[in-house]
């Protein structure tokens, strides 16, 4: 039986948008009227899904409504500390909600790096976020990196020490990733068709690649 869903890449550069507001059909065929092509939505860190998150409903809805579709996962409050084991844990379930919500293989799934404590390592850090991408690679999704303030990481530790091939600047002043660059950019915030949202821009990184989104299978 064909999936109603299927693995795609922008074929240009492309509008979109981050939200933590729920959407419906209806939103969704707004916001692609006003010019959004693509949309991320939150998944949980943990067992429990926060009444906000994405649902198995509303991706349908989302996808039925023309936009094409990522999620990302919910980062710690600000001051938290990673290591290995939290980046294994909270894989795990990125993994297991993105899969419950009806995600394909081969879609990227980001994990949403700030807000880390000062004083963290950044061997800490990598090992946190590698963990993370080892679970997401696992379960046959592609893990993406959202890059926010007090990462702790510079340019050459995001490009040399994780195993991340998909990254998304944050709206913050953060490092480039060297030699790669990034792929998605967030650029800012606005209110749209009543929707409080981060606007975003795809494009290939330096190296020719770029972000893996699933859309409706026509």
């Known amino acids: 039986m064909e999936s109603l869903y299927k693995a795609a890449t922008p074929v240009q550069k492309a509008k979109g948008f981050d939200t933590n507001t729920k959407l419906n059909t209806d939103l969704a065929q707004q916001l692609k009227h006003a010019g959004y092509q693509f949309c991320l939505r939150y998944i949980s860190r943990s067992t429990a899904e926060d009444p906000r ?102 340019s050459d530790d995001l490009y040399q020490k994780l195993s991340f091939h998909h990254y998304w600047k944050s709206l913050s002043q953060v490092p480039p990733v060297a030699q790669r660059g990034y792929q998605m950019i967030q650029v800012m915030g606005n209110i749209t068709c009543g929707i409080d949202l981060d606007e975003d821009y795809v494009q290939p990184d330096n190296m020719g690649e770029t972000v893996i989104w699933m859309v409706k299978n026509s």
């Open 53 to 154: 998150d994405l649902t198995a409903e509303e991706v349908g809805d989302i996808l039925e409504g023309g936009l094409a579709l990522m999620p990302v996962q919910h980062v710690d409050r600000k001051g938290w500390t990673p290591n290995a084991a939290l980046g294994k844990e909270y894989g795990a379930e990125a993994a297991a909600h993105a899969r419950e919500v009806g995600f394909i293989p081969g879609i990227n799934v980001w994990l949403d790096l700030e807000g880390v404590a000062r004083g963290t390592t950044v061997d800490a850090v990598v090992d946190y976020a590698n963990a993370w991408n080892q679970e997401l690679f696992a379960a046959g999704f592609v893990p993406g990196l959202y890059v926010g303030n007090d990462s702790i990481l510079n």
